[in-house]
Every structure is written in C-alpha cells, then in structure tokens.
C-alpha cells in the first residue's frame, strides 16, 4: 500500500489541486508531490478527505461500486422524529434513484467540533439537530439531498469517517500522512 493522507477539508474549499475560480484548493494546504483525492467532498462541506499515491487504493475508495461506508455528521433544520430517521434508513426517492442510509440516528452537537467560519444560518423560531448518517454510495451531495427529502435541509456537514479512517483530532487544514 502506499502514501495515505488524512485531510480535514475546511469549509469552502475544493476537493481538487488545480485552480478554478479563485476558489481556495487542496494545494493551499497539502504541498505532498503524487497524491490524489480519493473520493470528493463538496465545497460546501467540511470534514474527512482521503488522499493517495496508489491508483488501485484510490479506486477502492472513491469507485462507488466498493460501497465504502462513509459516515457524516449532518446539522439539520427541524427536528426529524422517529418517522423522518426511518425514511433516512429505508430510502427516500431522489432524481437520480432511491437514497438509502446504511445508519441514521440523531446525535447531540459534538463538544469537539469546531465553529464553522461563517457560522450556519439561524432561524429563530426554528431549532437544528445533529444526525450521524452512514452512507456507502456517495453519490453527488446525497446526504444534503436526503435529509431535504424528508423535510430537514442540512445546514452543516462534516464527514467524520471513511471506510476505517477517521478524522480523529485533526483540525480544519490539518493534515496526517499514513505509510
């Protein structure tokens, strides 16, 4: 096996080296040579990325037909009952297919998280809750999209493990290299 990278993206950045848009990259924070994201992470999103020398590792990872679970902590709009966390878990209809949760539970906020930098929208007369939400598809910005589905938009999402890697102590811009 080769290199592996642990990378805790921040907020707003994109899961990709090269420059687009004045968007802030990968290469702000990781001045490793020959690595590559496995898998991506909206811009939008926080959390969990795993980056690599090893094209074959790359593709276990980032190939959904692997089905490597990936767990996220996702603060939502509303408070989802026990109805809501069953849709998750049985699968909600999405234009690209039914999504399906491996695992969903609500969760108290995590006393190790930290802000977000700008901070989430607040409404209020209208309360948040934390969800962990397993997925072992990873299809474009489908947790956002299933939590919508249910009636419970995600305001913050922070991926917190992929496969056995997890994002452990690390802070936003962190990074730890595994041999």
């Known amino acids: 096996m080769g290199k592996i990278v642990l990378f805790n993206k921040p907020f707003q950045v994109l899961s990709q080296f090269s420059p687009s848009g004045g968007k802030r990259t990968l290469a702000e924070f990781i001045d490793i040579a020959g690595v590559y994201a496995a898998g991506r992470l909206d811009?939008?999103?926080?959390?969990?990325?795993?980056?690599?020398?090893?094209?074959?590792?790359?593709?276990?990872?980032?190939?959904?037909?692997?089905?490597?679970?990936?767990?996220?902590?996702?603060?939502?709009?509303?408070?989802?009952?026990?109805?809501?966390?069953?849709?998750?878990?049985?699968?909600?209809?999405?234009?690209?297919?039914?999504?399906?949760?491996?695992?969903?539970?609500?969760?108290?906020?995590?006393?190790?998280?930290?802000?977000?930098?700008?901070?989430?929208?607040?409404?209020?007369?209208?309360?948040?809750?934390?969800?962990?939400?397993?997925?072992?598809?990873?299809?474009?910005?489908?947790?956002?999209?299933?939590?919508?589905a249910v009636g419970h938009p995600t305001l913050r999402l922070v991926r917190v493990q992929v496969a056995d890697w997890q994002l452990d102590d690390l802070k936003p811009g962190e990074y730890r290299v595994l041999q």
């Open 43 to 148: 811009y939008d999103s926080e959390g969990l990325m795993l980056l690599t020398d090893d094209g074959g590792l790359q593709a276990r990872i980032s190939n959904p037909k692997f089905k490597q679970p990936k767990t996220y902590l996702a603060q939502v709009e509303g408070l989802p009952g026990v109805d809501e966390i069953q849709k998750l878990l049985n699968g909600v209809e999405l234009k690209d297919g039914p999504g399906r949760a491996a695992k969903a539970r609500a969760v108290n906020e995590p006393d190790w998280l930290w802000p977000r930098t700008p901070p989430i929208r607040q409404r209020k007369h209208i309360p948040t809750q934390w969800l962990e939400i397993q997925i072992s598809e990873g299809r474009n910005r489908q947790v956002r999209r299933m939590t919508a």
